[in-house]
């Protein structure tokens, strides 16, 4: 039954004036919500109001322009397609890391070098372009080994010069740079490198770190990444962090190889990762200063690390590090020894300039410590997102207090892991089955795709399958990770950015528990890596989810694109009118792009896009 109101509005409006009424009603609620949900404190008035003016004006433009374009496809108008990027300086943009903003707005003492999407200034949307020299990167795993010199931003000088463990490296012609996996570190090779780390554990070899429990490795500060493509090899999981670096970027390079890496650094906020997440943390000269700040960076590191998981250090015994004035002149190893045995770490094994030393598996050594010992936190199994970082021990009390000692060799999660991570079996083995099918169905939908109408390249040879091309994979949405696990149980060669919404459940422990890669973003803000880094990027449901946040689905495009490499695809599954307008939105950023339905009769569908290799 038609309500009075109803009738009395679209008699006055017609059913197209109805439309543009409700839309504008949506956008005047959107730009006055920040307004009238905020309390009034007096005493920080003087500090809001600035903050309040620029959330109010950036959200009224925000809204202006979304309304005309929902105003454009409820006409069936053609949007109007994004401008280009203009300025060498937009091919490698990375938001929230404008060094120079934020020494503007006051940060010192290495936060300035932190991620600040707070005061991230730039609106302009435009569709980041890759350099004149971008090529395709060759497939794995010989992309591992050499890559296109024009696709990052370093020069030869930058190069050859460098001070990481990754240097003896050389320029085949002018265009590419190989990468020798037997070299690159300050010893007689990476392998040799692995091999002592393994014996130090008391191992016959690197080939049984699985059998010591460790799957997972956070490698902080990784160089070329020479260690991690090694790590690789062994079926092993890690995954390189480093600061934003505008040249010569550890992060970019790693990307390039087809090795999973994102942009981090824990000098004044956590990573965004919960407690007892990874096996090992590895630091080789990664330039950190471990005593500073009452060693709460060290105390990041015990509160990512597993318990009975370890840390490795390789870091020259022979001068002092150190960025205080009143530094000692002790080695920083011998601090990072003084301070673990405060934090229940041991001293397992020292070879060289390699310091191995391992974290607790029993969770009473905290409370047999002297009174003076650092605190332990009062906290649960949250997941931080950029939180301050904190002076106390973290993890103790959580469910997921499990060594790694006391895993199974072979990859899994038992029923009672997903106990304690709170997930039903029933529900588990559905969800990995429904993203076994959806494995084949992407796979067998874009194949032809490839082979039908691709656009070929300008002097190339016809594009291989995609189980050839596709090596970096993000899954904007990973809930419990199952595409990760269809992808390994089908062979594919590729790893998985299994990211976890802010908004959405908290399923990031379980994902990086099972030995994958992950990390919490909220995305409304600009993803932590370089222009051009993954191959395909997947969502389920990923715009239903941010229709309820106030972020535009029109920047969360243009983020996608800015991430995305040339000629990369985007799977996109949600409800159909959803699709519909996500389809609209692809056409804005030059996607190629096609809805297909799954003839389930369902109203979920597919969007399939991939990004045009747009030439200079």
């Not at 997903?418 to 429904?434: V, Y």
């Not at 096609?594 to 990004?611: A, E, F, P, T, Y």
């Amino acid at each position: 039954m038609t309500s009075p109101w109803y009738k009395s509005v679209s008699s006055v409006f017609g059913l197209r004036g109805l439309l543009f009424f409700i839309l504008g009603v949506v956008a005047l609620v959107t730009i006055l919500a920040p307004l009238t949900s905020t309390s009034y404190d007096p005493s920080t008035a003087s500090t809001l109001v600035p903050n309040v003016y620029s959330n109010y004006r950036r959200i009224k433009e925000q809204a202006a322009v979304d309304y005309l374009d929902l105003r454009s496809l409820s006409l069936g108008t053609a949007l109007k397609e994004f401008p280009l990027c203009v300025g060498k300086e937009r091919e490698s943009y990375v938001p929230c890391y404008n060094v120079t903003g934020n020494l503007l707005a006051g940060l010192q003492e290495g936060e300035e070098l932190d991620r600040h999407c707070e005061f991230e200034r730039d609106k302009e949307r435009c569709v980041v372009r890759p350099p004149k020299d971008y090529k395709i990167p060759l497939r794995w795993p010989l992309g591992r080994d050499i890559i296109w010199s024009g696709n990052v931003k370093i020069t030869k000088d930058q190069l050859l010069s460098s001070g990481t463990v990754t240097t003896r490296l050389m320029l085949l012609e002018e265009n590419q740079i190989t990468f020798h996996s037997e070299d690159g570190l300050i010893f007689d090779g990476v392998k040799d490198y692995a091999r002592q780390i393994a014996e130090m554990i008391g191992l016959g070899s690197d080939t049984e770190f699985a059998q010591a429990g460790i799957r997972t490795v956070l490698d902080i500060g990784c160089g070329f990444g020479s260690f991690g493509a090694h790590l690789v090899s062994l079926k092993m999981m890690p995954i390189c962090i480093a600061e934003y670096e505008a040249t010569g970027s550890q992060v970019q390079l790693a990307l390039e190889r087809g090795l999973p890496a994102m942009i981090g650094n824990f000098f004044s906020k956590q990573l965004p990762y919960p407690a007892l997440s990874f096996d090992m943390v590895h630091c080789a000269q990664c330039g950190t200063t471990w005593d500073i700040k009452d060693a709460m960076l060290l105390l990041e590191v015990d509160r990512v690390l597993k318990p009975g998981g370890y840390f490795v250090l390789t870091s020259p015994t022979n001068r002092a590090q150190g960025i205080l004035p009143d530094t000692k002149k002790t080695s920083i190893s011998t601090r990072v020894d003084d301070l673990s045995k405060k934090i229940c770490w041991s001293l397992t094994g020292q070879q060289d300039e390699t310091f191995l030393w391992q974290k607790t598996s029993d969770s009473n050594c905290y409370s047999s410590r002297s009174q003076d010992s650092i605190p332990l936190c009062k906290d649960g199994d949250s997941v931080p997102y950029y939180h301050p970082l904190v002076p106390c021990i973290s993890g103790t009390t959580s469910k997921r207090w499990i060594p790694i000692q006391n895993r199974s060799a072979i990859a899994g999660i038992t029923s009672a892991e997903l106990e304690i991570h709170g997930i039903k079996p029933e529900e588990f083995l559905e969800d990995t089955q429904i993203w076994r099918s959806a494995l084949k169905n992407y796979w067998s939908l874009l194949t032809p795709l490839i082979f039908s109408d691709h656009p070929k390249r300008p002097g190339d040879e016809d594009p291989l399958p995609p189980f050839n091309m596709i090596r970096n994979v993000m899954d904007m949405n990973a809930r419990f990770g199952n595409l990760n696990s269809a992808l390994l149980d089908q062979g594919k060669s590729a790893w998985v950015m299994n990211v976890v919404p802010v908004n959405a459940r908290n399923s990031l422990p379980i994902i990086l528990d099972r030995g994958f890669a992950g990390v919490l973003h909220d995305w409304c803000e600009p993803f932590p890596t370089y222009p051009r880094t993954y191959d395909m990027l997947h969502a389920n449901e990923i715009l239903t989810l941010l229709s309820s946040e106030r972020c535009s689905l029109m920047d969360l495009f243009l983020e996608m694109d800015r991430i995305l490499r040339p000629e990369g695809w985007v799977v996109l599954s949600d409800k159909v009118g959803v699709i519909e307008m996500a389809r609209a939105l692809a056409t804005r950023v030059r996607w190629e792009a096609r809805v297909i339905d799954l003839q389930d009769g369902s109203d979920q569908r597919l969007l399939v896009c991939q990004k045009q290799f747009l030439k200079k």
